[in-house]
């Protein structure tokens, strides 16, 4: 037979892609294509808007700040009055007497002539000047003792008043705290005759050593102890309070005069 020209053949590699292979490969080149240009739109996009933006603000000179809080923060200021209010007021703080150049010695006092009072029923009288005080039944003196009075820090009120309530063997407590110049530890009373609502009385003052003239100020008793005056209350001797307690009567009168 004659020969005949040989037909060209081509490699599996060579031959083109044909079936399911051809359609995977154009439908990734596809997928390729889609994600660049969505990628290309939105930095297109944002562009666009940062450019929009500035010509905007640029045309109507919008100043962009740091927003802030709806409620600003709150301040107080502490401030000192000038002058102390009803509320701050205090009684100044007592002055101890120091080094006092004087030596203690026993004072003989002499007994205040007794006022001649013209008042039925029982009537107590307390001068504050003279330390004294004396108690009468329809005019007549019955009792007539020296006492101590408060304090300059701690006045005893002047006025008329009356006896609102008699107790015996109480303890009286410190109304000021440990630390103020006032407080004062617990204190044993045989006998009290409240004269005043808010705590004062005429009552015993066991622990005190002198009473009369002179003893409702800062003093040094002849004994060497320093006392001052009282915290509004009028102090007695026990002996002379017991004699008062059991005499007066719930409403007797007591003025007290400065």
Same mark, same amino acid.
Request: proline fraction near 11%; aromatic fraction near 10%.
């Given at each position: 037979?004659?020969?005949?020209?040989?037909?060209?053949?081509?490699?599996?590699?060579?031959?083109?892609?044909?079936?399911?292979?051809?359609?995977?490969?154009?439908?990734?080149?596809?997928?390729? &294509? /889609? $994600?660049?240009?969505?990628?290309?739109? @939105?930095? #297109?996009?944002?562009? +666009?808007?940062? =450019?929009?933006?500035?010509?905007?603000?640029?045309?109507?000179?919008?100043?962009?700040?740091?927003?802030?809080?709806?409620?600003?923060?709150?301040?107080?200021?502490?401030?000192?009055?000038?002058?102390?209010?009803?509320?701050?007021?205090?009684?100044?703080?007592?002055?101890?007497?120091?080094?006092?150049?004087?030596?203690?010695?026993?004072?003989?006092?002499?007994?205040?002539?007794?006022?001649?009072?013209?008042?039925?029923?029982?009537? &107590? /009288? $307390?001068?504050?000047?003279?330390?004294? @005080?004396? #108690?009468?039944?329809? +005019?007549?003196? =019955?009792?007539?003792?020296?006492?101590?009075?408060?304090?300059?820090?701690?006045?005893?009120?002047?006025?008329?008043?009356?006896?609102?309530?008699?107790?015996?063997?109480?303890?009286?407590?410190?109304?000021?705290?440990?630390?103020?110049?006032?407080?004062?530890?617990?204190?044993?009373?045989?006998?009290?005759?409240?004269?005043?609502?808010?705590?004062?009385?005429?009552?015993?003052?066991?622990?005190?050593?002198?009473?009369?003239?002179?003893?409702? $100020?800062?003093?040094?008793?002849?004994?060497?102890?320093?006392?001052?005056?009282?915290?509004?209350?009028?102090?007695?001797?026990?002996?002379?309070?017991?004699?008062?307690?059991?005499?007066?009567?719930?409403?007797?009168?007591?003025?007290?005069?400065?």
């Amino acid at each position: 037979m004659p020969d005949t020209p040989d037909t060209p053949q081509t490699s599996p590699a060579e031959r083109p892609a044909t079936g399911a292979g051809a359609t995977r490969l154009t439908r990734l080149l596809r997928a390729s &294509v /889609l $994600v660049v240009c969505v990628v290309a739109l @939105l930095a #297109a996009i944002g562009a +666009g808007a940062a =450019i929009t933006a500035q010509r905007f603000a640029s045309a109507q000179h919008v100043a962009v700040t740091a927003p802030t809080s709806v409620f600003p923060p709150r301040v107080i200021t502490l401030v000192e009055p000038a002058e102390p209010n009803a509320l701050s007021q205090r009684a100044p703080r007592p002055e101890p007497v120091k080094n006092c150049p004087c030596s203690a010695t026993r004072q003989t006092v002499t007994i205040p002539a007794s006022p001649a009072i013209n008042v039925a029923g029982q009537f &107590v /009288l $307390v001068s504050i000047t003279k330390q004294w @005080l004396w #108690a009468y039944q329809d +005019g007549q003196l =019955i009792l007539s003792t020296p006492v101590t009075t408060g304090m300059p820090q701690l006045p005893t009120p002047t006025g008329t008043f009356h006896i609102m309530m008699k107790e015996s063997n109480v303890w009286f407590y410190s109304p000021w705290p440990v630390g103020s110049p006032y407080y004062y530890t617990p204190e044993y009373v045989q006998f009290a005759m409240l004269f005043k609502a808010g705590g004062f009385y005429l009552h015993s003052a066991g622990w005190r050593h002198e009473f009369g003239p002179g003893t409702n $100020v800062p003093h040094t008793d002849p004994d060497g102890t320093y006392e001052t005056g009282s915290h509004g209350c009028v102090n007695l001797p026990v002996a002379a309070s017991g004699a008062l307690y059991g005499w007066i009567g719930i409403g007797a009168t007591v003025e007290i005069q400065a």
